[in-house]
């Protein structure tokens, strides 16, 4: 009978304590990952360059650059504030996912919802037109932990009703 159990059952105290041993590293490292993920790091030289866009076709706004090796983490914020100007316009996001919040008539803050990938670009556009006088202004704040050695943190856009210039 003993015998008849074990050809059964095909499984040994022995097997069963080696293949526990076996998964308690697995485990950890399972574990252990997005944490490490979440701690942040350098994301290199990332990019926030301001935007002319072109009359009656694309609005002025902004472009966010992640370096050729690391992403942009999601939870970055790109706060805009406009001057010489009531109201700076609607936001829209291409080239990624992001929250628009309006925080004033002249100011607006976007969220990133998810990560630019390494060497990607996301953009944010306003309604405003540049065939009106204002100036832009943008700032990224990267989430807790994270810095950009050698990033362009911020950007501006400026109009004078006749020349607009963008950096």
């Known amino acids: 009978m003993t015998e008849e159990i074990q050809k059964n059952s095909g499984f040994s105290r022995r097997t069963i304590v080696k293949g526990a041993a076996w998964s308690v590293p697995v485990i950890a490292a399972a574990v252990a990952t997005p944490l490490a993920a979440a701690s942040g790091g350098d994301i290199g030289a990332f990019a926030l360059d301001g935007s002319c866009g072109v009359l009656g076709v694309l609005g002025p ?9 690391e992403p942009i983490p999601a939870g970055t914020t790109v706060t805009i504030t406009g001057g010489g100007i009531a109201n700076i316009g609607v936001f ?8 628009v919040n309006v925080l004033s008539p002249t100011s607006t803050q976007i969220v990133l919802s998810a990560a630019v990938p390494a060497g990607g670009t996301i953009a944010f556009r306003t309604t ?30 400026s ?7 963008a950096t």
Do not use: H, Q, R
């Open 61 to 69: 706004g902004f472009t966010l650059e992640a370096s050729a090796t």
């Open 92 to 99: 829209s996001v291409t080239g990624g996912t992001a929250a």
């Open 128 to 157: 405003l037109s540049i065939s009106v006088a204002f100036t832009l202004n943008a700032t990224t704040t990267l989430p807790a932990g994270y810095t950009g050695t050698g990033g362009k943190p911020a950007g501006s856009v």
């Open 159 to 165: 109009s004078t009703l006749i020349l607009c210039s």
